[in-house]
Each structure stands twice: as C-alpha cells, then as structure tokens.
C-alpha cells in the first residue's frame, strides 16, 4: 500500500496543470487485480502518492492523488493501478517548481465510444467533471484517451470507430472552450481479434490537429489477454509523459497532427 503520506494535507493546494483521464478499463487501472476481483494493493514507486498530486473526487473535491485513482469512478468492478500515476509523477518532476498536478479521472471499465457520445451519462460526466476543474484556477493541459477493446467485436463498431472518436474530439473541444485541447490516445493491444486490427488502424488514422497516438502493443498483458500488467501500466504512463512533452508542453503544441508514436516496453527495457 501507499501509506508514506497521511490521507490529508492540511492545506490543499490549487492544481495548475489539469490532466483529464478518459476511456474504458486500462485507463482506470486492472494492475494487481486478480481474476477474484481483489486488488493486490502494490503501489510501485513511480506510481506512488506525492504532495503535488491531486485528484478530483467524485464528489468534485481535490485531494490527494493515490491508487486507485478510479475507485469512486469506475466503481463496477474493482480498480488497481492504471497509468495516471506513473504519468503524473513523469509531469511532476518535469515542470518542477510550485506546479501542482491535477488528475481528473473519468474512465470506466468495459465502455464502447458510442456511450461516449454527446448527450450520453459518460460524456456529461467527463464534461462536467472537467468544468468543475477549471474553478480552482487550474489550466486543463491535455485530454488521455484509452479505449476501443469494447469496439472490436462487430464490423458494424468497427467500421464506425474513427468517425465516433473524431466526433467525440471534436465535441469535448467544442463543450470545453478549447479548441486546440491536446489529445494523446493509445492505441488498443487487447480486445477481439476479429476487429482489433481495424481499431488500431482507426486509431492511428486519425489526422487532426494536437491529436497523437501512443501505441500499446507490446506492453505485458494479465493472463485475462485483456488488460495490462501493473509493470505494463507504468510503462505507459511514462510512454505518456514523454508523449505529452514531447508534443505538447511549452511551444511544440502549436499545429500537431496525429501520429502513431510507437513506443514499446522494450525502450524501457534498459531501465
């Protein structure tokens, strides 16, 4: 467990970058959870809790950030580590100085990008939850999208995955006020084989403005064949955290389009 900070600071500070995490299970985070639905609770060090890393509640209050970040959101099934902690910390000891982190979690587990849609309970929620972010003063600096396993089971899905998520970027832009938002998306390595090429081509087919794709394929997956690792997870999270400074942080953000970056575990394997 990550017990090496007390539950409450007595001053919450106001998150200055705000990081928005989205989509379906291996965004929320299955690391450590057995097929018994228990999670293991083993916090790994990069993943671990730190005074300049918030969380947005369910209950829209700023906290302290700690595994896992998506118990009170996906709260259907048991959650475990997912990536947003390795990627904060990745953010934290990046911008330095009185920078403040703000996680805003919205994922939940086993979710197609059609409940994502405008005027659907999912997307209302991710929109409203971020709103309520921005009231602290804080900046929203980029959108993390993880989803597609539940859309490669018909061709039907299939073939109206790049169309939905297009769509879904561009209404989250539209409903935030902003329409350069950065999005980094990772593409699937898990779901039904039958469609799942055609997803990952969706994903990386997407030609938009400040829009990147970060691939997972590689990554270790739990023996469900389904969701990542908890070592798996905090690879991403770093695959993300170099994503996001490589693309996005400071000038570079001006006039990206998408692009499959495809980081595998094994840059990392020398680590």
């Given at each position: 467990m990550d017990s090496t900070i007390p539950d409450q600071i007595p001053d919450i500070p106001n998150p200055t970058q705000i990081f928005i995490l989205s989509g379906q299970s291996n965004m929320a985070g299955r690391g450590g959870v057995s097929k018994h639905?228990?999670?293991?609770?083993?916090v790994p060090s990069d993943c671990q809790s730190h005074p300049s890393i918030l969380r947005l509640s369910a209950k829209l209050n700023w906290e302290l950030a700690r595994e896992p970040l998506h118990a009170d959101i996906d709260t259907k099934k048991v959650c475990g580590v997912g990536p947003g902690m390795s990627f904060a910390n990745v953010v934290r000891k990046r911008v330095g100085g009185e920078n403040v982190v703000g996680l805003v979690p919205c994922a939940v587990g086993g979710t197609a990008i059609r409940e994502w849609a405008r005027g659907e309970k999912l997307y209302e929620n991710m929109v409203t939850r971020s709103k309520e972010s921005l009231k602290s003063g804080g900046e929203i600096k980029c959108l993390l999208w993880y989803q597609g396993e539940s859309d490669t089971s018909t061709q039907h899905d299939a073939d109206a995955y790049q169309r939905n998520m297009e769509t879904l970027i561009h209404n989250v832009r539209e409903d935030l006020g902003l329409p350069s938002l950065p999005i980094i998306?990772?593409?699937?390595?898990?779901?039904?084989?039958?469609?799942?090429?055609?997803?990952?081509?969706?994903?990386?087919?997407i030609n938009l403005p400040n829009v990147v794709c970060v691939d997972a394929r590689g990554l270790e997956l739990k023996d469900d064949h389904l969701h990542l690792t908890t070592g798996a997870q905090v690879k991403l999270g770093h695959i993300l955290g170099e994503a996001y400074f490589k693309h996005?942080?400071?000038s570079a953000q001006s006039s990206k389009c998408c692009m499959c970056l495809c980081y595998l575990s094994r840059l990392f394997s020398s680590n």
């Amino acid at each position: 467990m990550d017990s090496t900070i007390p539950d409450q600071i007595p001053d919450i500070p106001n998150p200055t970058q705000i990081f928005i995490l989205s989509g379906q299970s291996n965004m929320a985070g299955r690391g450590g959870v057995s097929k018994h639905q228990h999670w293991d609770g083993v916090v790994p060090s990069d993943c671990q809790s730190h005074p300049s890393i918030l969380r947005l509640s369910a209950k829209l209050n700023w906290e302290l950030a700690r595994e896992p970040l998506h118990a009170d959101i996906d709260t259907k099934k048991v959650c475990g580590v997912g990536p947003g902690m390795s990627f904060a910390n990745v953010v934290r000891k990046r911008v330095g100085g009185e920078n403040v982190v703000g996680l805003v979690p919205c994922a939940v587990g086993g979710t197609a990008i059609r409940e994502w849609a405008r005027g659907e309970k999912l997307y209302e929620n991710m929109v409203t939850r971020s709103k309520e972010s921005l009231k602290s003063g804080g900046e929203i600096k980029c959108l993390l999208w993880y989803q597609g396993e539940s859309d490669t089971s018909t061709q039907h899905d299939a073939d109206a995955y790049q169309r939905n998520m297009e769509t879904l970027i561009h209404n989250v832009r539209e409903d935030l006020g902003l329409p350069s938002l950065p999005i980094i998306q990772v593409a699937i390595a898990s779901g039904d084989k039958r469609y799942m090429k055609k997803i990952r081509e969706a994903q990386m087919g997407i030609n938009l403005p400040n829009v990147v794709c970060v691939d997972a394929r590689g990554l270790e997956l739990k023996d469900d064949h389904l969701h990542l690792t908890t070592g798996a997870q905090v690879k991403l999270g770093h695959i993300l955290g170099e994503a996001y400074f490589k693309h996005f942080a400071g000038s570079a953000q001006s006039s990206k389009c998408c692009m499959c970056l495809c980081y595998l575990s094994r840059l990392f394997s020398s680590n």
